[in-house]
């Protein structure tokens, strides 16, 4: 049933809200900004890159500090320098129990099953999100039945060196397509274009939006 669900939930819709929705050089927030809100979130940031000082990882940084400054609680994992294995489809979790599996991830599973918000911020790999990125959202499986239809919120935060808008749809889709089959609301992507060697997107604004977007919390 799960299986059949990840397939036919709606790709399509998706797919219009991300292509009529992504200004390269824009950040959406679709927060209200008239309403208050004063309740502290618990918000899990997943990293992507092998860079520690890299361009995605510093947006995650200022996200964080924003979210900070507001009082948020932020656990934040570095799915590239964790041990995480791929999952193995062995099924022995049910999608909803212990996975075989004894490594980092057990770290990471109580913070995402307790998060109101989880924020994904990731360098773009051909055309797609990190496979270090991958690896942990793979291992979502075996909280699936813990996480699908919960309350949370997300963010994405991507950066990629070329500047064309149709090259991030592919990760935009991907993101926009898990979150309607969590049932996760995304609050804003920041999509940093045209950022190449690490720490360039220092010299953009795109950090500012970043920062803003966990100010906006
Ligand atoms: C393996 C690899 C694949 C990449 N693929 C793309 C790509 O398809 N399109 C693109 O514009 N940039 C690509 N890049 C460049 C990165 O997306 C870019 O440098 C990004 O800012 C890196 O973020 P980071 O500093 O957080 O690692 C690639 C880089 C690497 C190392």
Not at 62 to 75: D, L, M, N, P, R
Not at 87 to 112: K, T
Not at 140 to 168: C, P, V
């Amino acid at each position: 049933m799960e299986r059949r669900e990840f397939l036919k939930k709606s790709a399509l819709a998706a797919l219009g809200t991300a292509v009529a929705g992504t200004g390269i050089v824009q950040a959406f927030n679709h927060i209200n900004d008239n309403e208050s809100n004063t309740d502290k979130m618990k918000i899990v940031v997943l990293t992507g890159s092998p860079r520690k000082n890299g361009n995605s990882a510093y947006l995650a940084e200022q996200f964080i500090k924003g979210a900070e400054e507001k009082g948020h609680e932020v656990f934040r994992f570095d799915c590239a320098f964790k041990q995480v294995e791929p999952c193995r489809a062995c099924n022995r979790c049910g999608m909803d129990g212990p996975c075989i599996f004894n490594d980092d991830f057990q770290e990471l599973r109580p913070h995402l099953i307790e998060a109101d918000m989880v924020v994904f911020a990731m360098p773009m790999y051909y055309f797609s999100i990190s496979a270090q990125m991958k690896r942990v959202i793979d291992r979502f499986y075996a909280i699936n039945g813990q996480i699908k239809g919960a309350s949370k919120k997300a963010a994405f935060l991507m950066t990629y060196a070329d500047t064309a808008k149709k090259e991030a749809e592919p990760m935009l889709v991907h993101y926009h397509t898990l979150m309607d089959y969590l049932g996760w609301t995304s609050v804003s992507e920041v999509v940093a274009s045209g950022v190449w060697t690490a720490g360039s997107v220092r010299n953009t604004d795109y950090p500012q939006q970043a920062y803003q977007l966990g100010r906006s919390l």
